[in-house]
């Protein structure tokens, strides 16, 4: 019988055992399967299971291995994947109803990488539905129901990557693909105590995956560790043709071995005064701790403040009308009504509404933040903050009017593209984690990794994992 | 400045209600009425006014603001007469999809999203500035292979799509 530890080893250990042929991908599959079907419904993570395809990618691993083919550090290596990817031949809901029988004949390129690297699909993460893009009040705006939070099941995971946070923190999978437009990797990873990299707009294909807001749809992988981020991004990450937002082959491209840290430059920090109007009491304490930690570990940390400015508005108006055209034959047909949540079944008639010209506005807007950023980014290699002022929600809490707060650094990062990386950085007295977010210049992602790869050889805050009943 | 005392109607309601009666009849001109709501709307706005300063209101803007918490932004006249037009284009398209809980909702929603619009267009831009949309020319598709000649006479149609919604091969987002 193993031990919990186990199932909350970090990638590059469980790599380590596979490659020299101490652990089984076949054993390691079966044990997840097993922990996921036993935990899996109980916190509403999964749309659903793949068995099938999990233990014959184990198998072929296996083979693989045994014959001295090891492909990398993925290869044999348990994964779920947001309900929004296509896998061929299975229902890819969005987790939506109207969605409910959706079937593709193509994988998305994500899951074509991560099949290349000899990964294994255990099944398919629950989300939000359509990831939010008709908006939502509740936690249960889910084809699969509420996602529960591992630290405490009356808690919500956050959205709209809820599967994938609470697979990864209940160690169901070794990690999870998620996906943000604004805020679905950072604050799920946050709420349930993992490491969530948003990359830089461009550097991972989104063929095969449901549009939300085309502008600002971003992949990206949830696990245990930066280090473990940073390996799974560089399966992820290149230029396709078949996406036309990506980048051009040597900006999207990422390569990563530690040994690069060591010759890298010594990070600036910028800690950020004006990210949160306010802070929960128990969030502000580790906030606190976080930034004398921050200036134990890195050589430069500096107060800076955000530029003011309605980046926030800007945001929405393009989420807003974006989502109102990717859904436009959901909202036309009524079948906008099918949605689980009361705000959903209504908001895309509003969004529909916005004029062509104050999205014209917004988008000027967003190219002057770009500069204002771009300068700011002149004298800091990354801005730090709290992911979140507040720790995990109460299931039933009201997100239209609790979770609504300015978020100028969510709105800026998605509207510029910028990187950022969640990573855990205390616990409140409840015992709920608390995240500090990392965000770097466009395309330095690797600025974000070092940087929460520093801050993880201090802390081990990111060793800590629930007690599941 | 201090609106008279004994005028029928405000100057600040005058606006808003002239505001709004224009958007609703360019709303239904434009749009049309569709459903019973859409219907009752264009009849209200063809009604003439019982005063030359008290311009029709439509009653499911009336009733629905009625229904309205209190804690709503304040608006401008020009603002909330938009966010009244938005809501009644709203209605007049789709109003027979919604109950009375969900309209009054959709007003709620509608003045609410009037304060982002206005702080956003507030933001100084100048016409050179330019817009974070870029089209990026399709240099790297390869030619697709000709089909072979489909003009003999009888050949058959190419089936119809399928929405990729339903199934088929998923699009980029």
Known sequence: MPTEELFYLPITELAKRIETKQLSPVELTQLYLKRSEKFGQRLNAYARLTPEIALAQAQAAEK???R????????GIPYAAKDLLAVKGLPTTWGAKPYANQVFDNDATVIEHLNRAGAVLLGKASMIELA??????????SLQGEAKNPWDTSCWT??????????????????AIGTETWGSIICPSAFC??????????????????????????IG???RS???CARIFAVLAGHDPKDHGTLAVDKAAFTYSPSMELKTRSLTVGWLTNAWKTMDPAVAKIADATEKTLRKTFPVVHHVALPQGPWDDAGNVIMGIEGAASFRGLIGSGQVSELADPLGQINGYVNERISGADYMQASRVREILQKKMADLFDSFDVLATVSQPLPATPMDFNLETGLSFPDPLGAIGNLCGLPALSVPCGFTEKHLPVGLQFVARAGDDFGVILAGRTFQSHTDWHRRHPRLA | MAEKPGSAISRREFARRAA??????????????TGAVGAAIAATARQPSESANQAPIAPSVAAAQAQLPANMPRLSPESQAEADARFQAILAQYGARFSEEQKTDLHRLCILAQPPLDRLRAYPVQNGDGTALYLKPLFEREKKPKPPSTSQPGAAKPSAAVPAAASGTAKKP
Not at chain 1, 68 to 75: A, K, M
Not at chain 1, 158 to 175: E, M, N, T
């Open chain 2, 20 to 33: 709004l009666a224009s958007a609703i009849g360019s709303a239904v001109v434009s749009i049309g009425p």
């Open chain 1, 226 to 228: 930066t280090e473990d």
């Open chain 1, 64 to 66: 693989d291995i045994r």
């Open chain 1, 132 to 141: 939010g893009g008709m908006n939502y009040r509740f936690a249960s705006a």
């Open chain 1, 221 to 223: 992988p949830m696990a």
């Open chain 1, 158 to 175: 956050c959205g709209s990557s809820s599967g994938s946070g609470a697979i990864v923190a209940a160690g169901l999978a070794a990690f």
């Open chain 1, 193 to 218: 105590g993992i490491s969530g990299l948003r990359p830089t707009y461009g550097r991972v294909s989104r063929y095969g995956a449901m549009a939300l807001a085309p502008s600002m749809d971003k």
């Open chain 1, 68 to 75: 001295g083919h090891y492909r990398g550090p993925l290869h």
